[in-house]
């Protein structure tokens, strides 16, 4: 399956380089380029013998536009069938990249390694287009000619194309961006957890071990001895009482700590 996420990527790499994909050289080269890999793919699944096809929301765009390429193209809803038959087979092409993508980058990590190429190549790209535009000679790359009523931008013969492209690429860092700030913040968080949990642990082994935790402030000395011949019923009736007044006293110290930090707060902006 590498070998077929690698040619995933160099597909996607040449058809942004190839002006866009635009030309009808770059297509075909991108539609047999994904056929092949659709042939590879199904070959390496039938010599393990096993098919775990995943199922996916990204296909339901793509087969949406085939649907309505195919209705156009069979009921006679075309005005120009010989087009409506190219994009039908173009369109067909884009399903079969997006199911191989789906089949192949299936692990977080590798989901990750997509994202990351993706990223890496709209900054390259808008880096070149930046070079180019302040160098232009009215050449693609400095030496593809270009009809007379093009607007390059980058590697693409519509600067619309180029918005199209960056439109694409860049939620994608965005996305990762806010996903590791959001990992950050849960495992400081699950720290702060962690700790707090230690400490009152480690409190309470001691106060077990030494025996002067008392329920004013949280257990009295009374029942941390408790002894054998106590009456069941009065038992729990006093452990419901230290619960409650434990409850009240945490409460209580909250309040007390929240007023305190509002006074300090309060005195330091005067």
């Not at 793509?62 to 039908?88: D, H, M, N, R």
């Not at 977080?108 to 890496?120: C, H, M, N, P």
Request: glycine share 6%; proline share 4%; charged share 20%.
């Amino acid at each position: 399956m590498s070998a077929i996420r690698i040619g995933i990527c160099s597909l996607l790499a040449f058809a942004v380089l190839a002006d866009g994909g635009v030309p009808d050289w770059s297509t075909a080269v991108l539609e047999i380029g994904t056929a092949l890999l659709f042939v590879l793919w199904s070959f390496v699944n039938v010599r393990q013998r096993q098919m775990d096809v995943r199922s996916s929301w990204l296909y339901l765009p793509v087969l949406g536009l085939i649907a309505f390429c195919v209705a156009q193209k069979f009921f006679g809803l075309s005005a120009y069938p010989y087009a409506t038959k190219i994009e039908l087979l173009k369109w067909i092409a884009y399903f079969a990249l997006v199911f191989l993508a789906v089949e192949s980058f299936r692990s977080a990590a590798q989901l990750e390694t997509l994202s990351i190429f993706l990223v890496s190549l709209g900054f390259v790209v808008a880096l070149f287009a930046i070079a180019q535009h302040y160098t232009f000679n009215g050449k693609l790359y400095w030496f593809v000619p270009l009809p007379q009523s093009s607007e390059p931008f980058g590697p693409f013969v519509d600067r619309d194309h180029f918005a199209g492209f960056v439109e694409l690429t860049a939620p994608l860092g965005l996305a990762m961006l806010f996903k590791r700030n959001v990992a950050r913040r849960e495992s400081s968080a699950r720290g702060v957890i962690h700790r707090r949990a230690s400490c009152g642990a480690r409190l309470m082994r001691f106060a077990r071990r030494h025996r002067w935790l008392r329920v004013r402030n949280l257990v009295p000395e009374s029942h941390i001895a408790a002894p054998q011949h106590r009456d069941p019923a009065t038992f729990c009736i006093r452990i419901a009482d230290d619960s409650v007044r434990s409850i009240c006293f945490l409460v209580r110290r909250q309040r007390n700590d929240a007023a305190i930090r509002n006074t300090d707060g309060q005195q330091h902006l005067a």
